[in-house]
């Protein structure tokens, strides 16, 4: 079955750097569009990255943009998430998860999978704290 | 950024109501629309995509209507598993945006 797995999270110094990854399992990783999505604790959800299928367009949202970078190695099945520059306001439970397609702008960038596949994982916390 | 407005925020309702949550979006998002389910410590669970395509598994007195600006939630008959917090998102484009949530109780 689709799994989805993230490791990575844990306390980090404003300011310091940390690397999350998230293990792909029972899919065809290689063919879908990954993404990150964060939760602040106690609060609500909040997309971060975005990454096509094969890492050729990545995007972000303005409040990480020029300090996360999205990648994906397609042979090791693993998606990661570069984050620098912390700030207690990154406090929160990071998601990697599948979807069908992204749009910005007039450009839409979709899987090439066969199925349809809305998969999250369970998360992983990051705490930015002095 | 596309705004998404969703209410009520908190709901207390019986098993066995049926219950109606509203997600309005700031501009047109055609039916670019997905439903989620949290429980406490969970994951997000999707529940609805395309505005109104049950995912698969998910049991069918959920359903979700709408397209362009206002979309609607809806659970036909409240079983006491469905105590979670709702989410709507809009993934009409960049950046997914997604309404404050509404946390349902059981009366």
């Known amino acids: 079955q689709v799994q989805l797995v993230e490791s990575g999270g844990g306390v980090v110094q404003p300011g310091r750097s940390l690397r999350l990854s998230c293990a792909a399992s029972g899919f065809p990783f290689s063919s879908y569009v990954m993404q990150w999505v964060r939760q602040a604790p106690g609060k609500g959800l909040e997309w971060v990255a975005v990454i096509w299928y094969d890492g050729t367009d990545e995007r972000y949202a303005d409040y990480v943009k020029g300090r996360f970078t999205i990648s994906r190695d397609n042979f090791r099945n693993t998606l990661y998430l570069q984050m620098g520059s912390l700030r207690a306001e990154d406090t929160a439970v990071y998601y990697c998860a599948t979807r069908d397609r992204y749009c910005s702008g007039s450009s839409c960038y979709s899987s090439i999978g066969s199925t349809t596949i809305h998969s999250w994982g369970q998360g992983t916390l990051v705490t930015v704290s002095s | 950024d596309i705004q998404m407005t969703q209410s009520p925020s908190s709901l207390s309702a019986s098993v066995g109501d049926r219950i109606t949550i509203t997600c309005q979006a700031s501009?047109?998002?055609?039916?670019?629309l997905n439903w989620y389910q949290q429980k406490p410590g969970q994951a997000p669970k999707l529940l609805i995509y395309g505005a109104s395509t049950l995912e698969t598994g998910v049991p069918s007195r959920f359903t979700g209507s709408g397209s362009g600006t206002d979309f609607t939630f809806t659970i036909s008959s409240l079983q006491p598993e469905d105590i979670a917090t709702y989410y709507c998102?809009?993934?009409?484009?960049?950046?997914?945006?997604f309404g404050q949530g509404t946390k349902l109780e059981i009366k």
């Open positions: 501009q047109d998002i055609d039916n670019d």
């Open positions: 998102q809009q993934y009409d484009s960049l950046p997914d945006t």
